[in-house]
């Protein structure tokens, strides 16, 4: 299991806690506005815009801040801003790769928000393609554990395609082909069972283990990074032990 699964768990669970709430909703808002305009503000024939909507309502973002997104992403309501999708790759501290999506109106603003945020926390700009071999686009469906056992996942997700179920400790993650994902969700939905979130991810290939003296380094430039409005995702080839997780969550 990969220690940045783990981080982006804890991570949400603290943004749904404190004051990265609100850029937590800036984000999947933006999610929905995206998925809207790319393929139509209609959430049943558009798989993608109906995760981010879900995904936003798990998240408590407020209704009608979900169906303005999805009205100016689909061209019924003005005011849609111009989203552009830009992947830049880098090192953190340690020698882990980092990817990171950004989804922006300003591409000058964005390059330099996480080159500063890089370069201040030990890490550096890498080129294009010297870090993205590492990792590969899967779907990934995250299921809480109430209510269901990983048996009863694995019955309803392999035949539709699931490679993988991680155990995250309060959720199970569903891994399969990004191509899968569609047809994992309405399995894992169809069996009546509960999920959080359902999206195309990055997942690393190799990964580079960290005692809790690395990981501290490469988290806290992790969340520099998540800090920057234009960022919309990072993944990390990080791997944390279980022990070296919870000593990290007693530093909070």
């Given amino acids: 299991m990969s220690g940045h699964s783990k981080w982006a768990t804890t991570k949400h669970k603290k943004a749904a806690l404190d004051s990265k709430r609100g850029k937590l909703f800036a984000k999947l808002i933006k999610n929905i506005e995206v998925a809207a305009r790319t393929g139509g503000p209609d959430a049943e024939s558009n798989p993608t815009l109906f995760d981010a909507i879900y ?10 801040n979900i169906e303005r997104a999805r ?18 790759e880098g090192y953190a501290p340690g020698g882990v790769a980092v990817l990171i999506e950004c989804l ?34 899967k ?12 048996d009863d996942v694995m019955m309803a997700a392999l035949d539709a395609g699931a490679e993988e179920i991680n155990d995250l400790g309060d959720n199970f993650e569903v891994v399969s082909e990004a191509g899968d ?11 009546g ?8 991810s990055f997942l690393p290939t190799m990964q ?3 005692d809790a003296d690395g990981a ?37």
Avoid: C, H
């Avoid at 995904?55 to 009608?64: I, Q, R």
């Avoid at 390059?111 to 686009?137: C, I, K, Q, W």
């Avoid at 069972?193 to 195309?200: G, H, K, P």
């Fill in 193 to 200: 069972i509960d999920y959080e979130s359902a999206e195309s």
């Fill in 71 to 88: 009205k100016r992403g689909g061209g019924l309501e003005a005011g849609g801003a111009d989203w552009q999708t830009i992947m830049y």
């Fill in 139 to 150: 779907g990934v469906v995250v299921v809480p554990k109430t209510g269901t056992t990983e």
């Fill in 208 to 210: 580079v283990p960290l």
């Fill in 55 to 64: 995904k936003a309502k798990k998240n408590s973002v407020p209704n009608d």
């Fill in 104 to 137: 922006t109106d300003n591409r000058n603003r964005a390059a330099s928000e996480v080159r500063v945020a890089l370069t201040r926390n030990g890490g550096s700009l890498a080129d294009p393609g010297s870090v993205s071999y590492m990792f590969n686009r």
């Fill in 216 to 252: 501290r380094k490469v988290i806290k430039l992790l969340d520099a990074l998540e800090d920057s409005d234009d960022v919309q995702n990072v993944w990390a080839n990080m791997d944390v032990p279980d022990s070296v997780m919870a000593e990290l969550e007693e530093d909070e």
């Fill in 181 to 191: 994902l569609l047809g994992v969700r309405k399995a894992i939905q169809e069996a």
